[in-house]
């Protein structure tokens, strides 16, 4: 059990807005910022959101970012059938010491 | 281009070793802390260790602390894990990626990863 909850799976249709929950606590989300990775199968991890809401150099400006206290949301605009793929938050985690990974939202599209 | 590449993974036995290593191009290797991410079949994320630049520093998770060892060769632009008294739940595609240091999951970019399967 992560201790950052993300939703095991989420869906929508062409062209919808989804977005996607990552819960955590003071320890993490609460006083450190989220990141957010993108996996298709079989394939390595790609950093989608770093600093809460900051998208690296490629990544469209569909993906979206927010934190608000010790929950986190990955937003998705103009959902296309390429971004299905399983979702990851990240936090450092100040009582761990280290970085904790949400158990990952397989992203559907419909 | 930014590369990193994994390469050591296998089947061992429980209680047996295996030493997995990244090799790295594409950047100045020695200015970089780097990490360890695993995921085990068809489960999530879990990061195992880094490596400071230098070498001076190392963490783990709690879980591989005394059995997996970190370090790398900044002459040879590689970063090594060393996987001892390996158990049947550290079964997993092990990735190595590039760390931007400090308290923060900031990973990028990833190597392809190598599997490492535990078993009798």
Redesign the interface.
Known sequence: QSLLTQPPSASGTPGQRVTISCSGSSSNIGNNYVYWYQQFPGTAPKLLIYSNNLRPPGVPDRFSGSKSGTSASLAISGLRSEDEADYYCAAWDDSLSGPLFGGGTKLTVL | EVQLVESGGGLVQPGGSLRLSCEASGFIFSTYWM?W?RQAPGK????VANIKEDGSEK?Y??SVKGRFTISRDNAKNSLYLQLNSLRAEDTAVY?CARDHGG???????????TLVTVSS
Do not use: A, K, N, T
């Open positions: 990490s991410v999530g994320l879990e990061w963490y998770v709690d990735y308290p923060s999951p900031w990973f990028d970019p990833w190597g392809q990863g």
